[in-house]
């Protein structure tokens, strides 16, 4: 047998070192990694907006900060639009499902869960708004009406009832009625979502924040909440009492389709149908287990999605419009505007009402400008990242940029930090419009899809309670509870209705368009 060539046996072990070279070295110089500052956990818990923005403002444009054992690079409102819109670089799929600790679900849908997401919601939701408008406004109504004469009562016996509470059981009818129908709305189903709202908002650690552990172990609390909530509660609750009727009215809307006698407008009206309508393939007649369970997983996610956070959203506006009454006068008069006449010629809100209800519009998007987010749009970045001239930063990390200097920053906005809530009703940027100096709902191709749906539910909510009393704060005042997540914890502080002596708004019957 012939002798390599000496020179082969030298190219073949520099070639082997050189690569054990390039795995072991650090992938960026030392000289190039943005400054890892160190801020203490009591200011990141309790100060975020002001210890991240002076860690910036001395260090920036890109820092690193630990967090929970955890390095995350923090940049400002300068690389905010590259990081946020630059998919190819910095992954939303990725870094949602790592914070939000749905890495498993990911792998289960093969990287498709939030895309999928998209996709029924802009097909089963966006397209059908108006329609949808004219289905839950009854709810709305009857919820505020209901509402209403409880705190009058409190008025009387200092019991004030929860607004929160009353409206989140609102949302969730009406989370349950588009997803599933109204066959499924009683007290047993609201009361299995509600729960089910709770439990996902506890997986993606929504509550992480207000747990010891959850701040020094945060390892052991994601696999804590997940044993928890997807093998104990989830499977007793959700899976257990209402798995059967969904799995019975998949294999129903199967045979419906398969039948080729349905019209596009005898189609049932719910996302479960339309799931069922898209995961089918065509010329079958059944779809695979996988997507049965598929389903039900985005059903999961539908229901966190659309309960928890709109509701609180919901509060951080009216605790807003009690501190701010000179505001009432004005959003009255253009409610008493854009009222319309339904068949029975009673007055009630549209979809073109809540369209043309501007100044509501405004100060809605002013409420969320100023409410404090900080820490809630990050990405995971796909490979090393130069930014212009900044730092790079490391491949599998994750970046985040901090949305108080996006909202609050000096060289888009005159007095960043003063709250006007109409200066955009004449300017044509609705609540829902993102942008680069609006990150609320994200940026890009991943901006919140059911951004629409959730404005239309706060208005509704907001309009019909001040069409019926004033909303004022019994301490005068609310607090932050989490000033590191305003974006899924509501304020704290007892909001108080006093009810007006005519209603702008006139009885209907809950169940008139459902």
């Known amino acids: 047998m012939d002798r390599p060539e000496p020179f082969l046996v030298v190219a073949l072990v520099s070639l082997v070192l050189y690569s054990f070279y390039i795995t072991r070295r650090s992938p960026i110089p030392k000289g190039r990694k943005p400054p890892i500052i160190d801020i203490s956990p009591e200011d990141i818990f309790t100060r975020p907006r002001e210890a991240y923005g002076d860690a910036l403002a001395t260090h920036g444009p890109v820092i690193g900060v630990r967090r929970r054992g955890q390095l995350e690079y923090i940049v400002g409102q300068e690389f905010a639009r590259y990081v946020l819109t630059c998919d190819r670089l910095f992954s939303f799929e990725k870094g949602s499902a790592a914070i939000l600790n749905l890495q498993p679900i990911m792998w289960f849908t093969n990287g498709m869960l939030f895309r999928d997401m998209q996709d029924v919601v802009r097909d089963a939701i966006i397209e059908r708004m108006d329609e949808i408008v004219q289905r839950i406004y009854p709810l709305f109504q009857r919820d505020a009406k209901d509402f209403a004469e409880l705190a009058a009562d409190g008025l009387k016996d200092g019991k004030h009832p929860s607004c929160f509470s009353h409206f989140h059981n609102t949302i969730a009818e009406t989370t349950l009625l588009l ?132 509701t609180v959203v919901s509060q951080w506006v009216l605790c807003q419009l009690a501190m701010r009454p000179e505001y009432l006068d004005a959003l009255r008069e253009e409610l008493g505007r854009v009222l319309e006449e339904d068949e029975n010629g009673k007055l009630c809100l549209t979809a073109r009402s809540l369209r ?139 909001l108080v209705f006093h009810p007006l002596e005519k209603s702008y708004l006139q009885d209907q019957v809950a169940c008139a368009f459902l």
Request: hydrophobic share 40%; glycine share 6%; aromatic share 10%.
């Open 356 to 494: 043309e209800a501007r100044l509501m519009d405004s100060f809605i998007r002013e409420v969320m400008r100023l409410k404090g987010d900080t820490l809630s749009n990050i990405r995971y970045t796909t490979c090393d990242v130069p930014s212009g001239t900044s730092p790079s930063r490391e491949v599998r990390s994750f970046v985040i940029a901090l949305a108080t200097t996006v909202h609050e920053n000096p060289d888009t906005f005159n007095d960043p930090r003063e709250f006007k809530g109409f200066q955009w009703a004449d300017t044509g940027k609705e609540a829902v419009m993102t942008g680069p100096a609006h990150v609320v709902f994200g940026l890009g191709r991943f901006a919140c899809p059911g951004r629409l749906l959730a404005v239309n539910e706060i208005k509704l909510i907001v309009m019909s309670l001040i069409a019926r009393s004033t909303p004022t704060l019994l301490e005068g005042k609310f607090e932050v509870s989490d000033p590191l997540n305003t974006v899924t914890q509501p304020p704290t502080g007892t």
């Open 179 to 310: 997803l599933l129908g109204k066959e499924y709305v009683n007290e047993t189903n609201l009361g299995i979502v509600e729960d089910v709202s709770n439990d996902m908002a506890e997986l993606t650690g929504q509550y992480q924040n207000f747990s010891p552990i959850g701040r020094v172990f945060p390892a052991l609390w994601a696999v804590y909440t997940w044993i928890k909530v997807m093998f104990i509660t989830i499977p007793c609750g959700f899976l257990r009492k209402c798995g059967p009727a969904v799995w019975r009215d998949i294999s129903r809307y199967e045979e419906l389709i398969a039948s080729g006698d349905l019209a596009p407008e005898d189609e049932p009206r719910t996302l479960l149908f339309f799931m069922t309508k898209m995961f089918l393939p065509k010329g079958a007649r059944r779809i695979s287990v996988f997507h049965r369970l598929y389903i039900i997983i985005l059903l999961l996610c539908f229901i966190f999605a659309a309960v928890h956070t709109t």
